[in-house]
């Protein structure tokens, strides 16, 4: 698995670029994550974790 470069635009004589992971579907599934769910991403040590973003029930 690479972290995939790609370019979104030009502005101002800057490029911009976004970075793409593909993760298996058997991965997203051990973990319990859905196509289009809301996640949350942090990096700690060396690490990037992703997580299910929990809803706030009270609205």
Do not use: T
């Not at 992971?21 to 973990?31: F, S, T």
């Amino acid at each position: 698995m690479k972290i995939q470069k790609r370019f979104i635009r030009k502005h101002n004589d800057k490029d911009y670029y976004k970075f793409v992971v593909n993760i298996p579907p058997m991965v997203l599934k051990e973990a319990g994550l859905k196509y289009d769910e809301e996640i949350e991403i942090k990096s700690e040590k060396g690490k990037i974790v992703l997580k299910k973003k929990v809803r706030d029930k009270s609205c």
